[in-house]
T-cell receptor, first 115, second 112 residues
Framework: DTGVSQNPRHKITKRGQNVTFRCDPI?????LYWYRQTLGQGPEFLTY????????KSRLLSDRFSAERPKGSFSTLEIQRTEQGDSAMYLC?????????????FGEGSRLTVL | KQEVTQIPAALSVPEGENLVLNCSFT??????LQWFRQDPGKGLTSLLL?????REQTSGRLNASLDKSSGRSTLYIAASQPGDSATYLC???????????FGIGTKLQVIP
């Protein structure tokens, strides 16, 4: 078990470009979450998947953001037409349906810098 | 809407001191409460998870307590070490899909 893996770890892009982040959860975990964290703040919920179904999206997730989990394994988070306000750490977490109390396991995050 | 507050925002203590970090939440209908540690520029490492039916959990030098009725949790760190320096985040789980709400954290510095 290698834990939750996120790639790339750091992405620097110019405003207006599209970026995609990937998350590989712990293999037996069916629940996957994306969070966004800005400097000095706690993580804010973006979206939640149970298997391949996206069950909840935050209002923070504007139309420029899209997330997928096509086969219920890895997930991608795409940001189109990036803006400087999108600069943040994007965190992925997973949890197991068999862990009754839903302990979350986080990856190392993907830091986005929009110039 | 659940709101999570952590006090103090920052704390500096000499090595060896015992310390308490506080977390309060507004909606007592929670599923669980989890304490995390975050090092600069890194992801979150789970420290302790307290189920809604429990009152405390212990792991090594860490002890977390939960008082659901008053909306409070504390993280007690015994005999602090410089390696404990990090930001400690409280996260409250609630809702059918276990939506988690975070506080902004307490930044701890342990001085050798």
């Amino acid at each position: 078990d290698t834990g939750v893996s996120q790639n790339p770890r750091h992405k620097i892009t110019k405003r207006g470009q599209n970026v995609t982040f990937r998350c590989d959860p712990i293999s037996e975990h069916n629940r996957l979450y994306w969070y966004r964290q800005t400097l000095g703040q706690g993580p804010e919920f973006l979206t939640y998947f149970q298997n391949e179904a996206q069950l909840e999206k935050s209002r923070l997730l504007s139309d420029r953001f899209s997330a997928e989990r096509p086969k219920g394994s890895f997930s991608t988070l795409e940001i189109q037409r990036t803006e400087q306000g999108d600069s943040a750490m994007y965190l992925c977490a997973s949890s197991s349906r068999t862990a009754i109390y839903g302990e979350l396991f986080f990856g190392e995050g993907s830091r986005l810098t929009v110039l | 809407k659940q709101e999570v507050t952590q006090i103090p925002a920052a704390l500096s203590v000499p090595e060896g001191e015992n310390l308490v970090l506080n977390c309060s939440f507004t909606d007592s209908a929670i599923y669980n409460l989890q304490w995390f540690r975050q090092d600069p520029g890194k992801g979150l490492t789970s420290l302790l998870l307290i189920q809604s039916s429990q009152r405390e959990q212990t792991s090594g030098r860490l002890n977390a307590s939960l008082d659901k009725s008053s909306g409070r949790s504390t993280l007690y760190i015994a005999a602090s070490q410089p390696g404990d320096s990090a930001t400690y985040l409280c996260a409250v789980g609630g809702g059918g899909y276990q939506k988690v709400t975070f506080g902004i954290g307490t930044k701890l510095q342990v001085i050798p």
